[in-house]
């Protein structure tokens, strides 16, 4: 018991890295202290990585690439001791989640049906309609989110980059998370039963 406790632990600990990233970062240059934090940061991904390859389910992959791609940038920037490299993880996160969602769309099955099915293995035809839409919308979203963490990383303004990577991204990235929880809601109710 207490050994799948501390996978949960280490499962949190490597989730709350990948949302405080953008803080994490500026705090580190704001202080001088990636020396430190990098080795840090890159054994964490390096965990998150190992942990990745016992999930299952559609985004397994994704989990995989943007962890060996952190733990790249982390291990660059520590042996060129610079910090703009860490700037690009999140243009990275996004360039993944779109070639993912963007790549499911010419297959049978988009991303967000198949994470759908999960929940209702018989989707009508209609929700299976509806389950591309979002696909696509979520496409959209990740081209702009990863064009706006683009130009934030290359402007090298700390401050905008990580209010926009560690704060105004996840605002959009909830309001359509609950904008299209509300509208599948709708959507549901007409279903004829």
């Not at 964490?44 to 940038?73: D, H, N, Y």
């Not at 683009?150 to 990580?162: C, P």
């Amino acid at each position: 018991m207490s050994g799948a406790r501390a996978h949960k632990g280490i499962q949190l600990l490597t989730g709350l890295l990948l949302v405080t990233w953008p803080f994490l970062i500026w705090r580190a240059v704001a202080h001088n202290s990636l020396h430190w934090l990098l080795p840090l940061l890159a054994l964490l991904l390096f965990i998150r990585f190992r942990q990745s390859r016992q999930q299952a389910g559609p985004l397994q992959v994704v989990t995989q690439v943007v962890a060996v791609a952190g733990s790249l940038l982390c291990v660059a920037s520590f042996l060129l001791k610079t910090h703009q490299l860490l700037l690009f993880y999140p243009v990275v996160i996004n360039s993944v989640m779109l070639a993912v969602f963007g790549g499911s769309l010419w297959s049978a099955m988009p991303v967000v049906e198949r994470l759908a099915r999960l929940q209702t293995p018989e989707l009508p035809k209609a929700a299976v309609h509806y389950t591309r839409r979002v696909t696509q919308i979520w496409c959209v979203f990740f081209l702009f989110n990863g064009s706006v963490a683009l130009f934030t990383a290359l402007h090298g303004d700390m401050a905008q980059w990580a209010a926009w990577n560690g704060m105004i991204a996840y605002l959009l990235m909830g309001a359509l998370m609950a904008g299209e929880w509300l509208v599948r809601r709708k959507v549901i109710k007409r279903e004829p039963q």
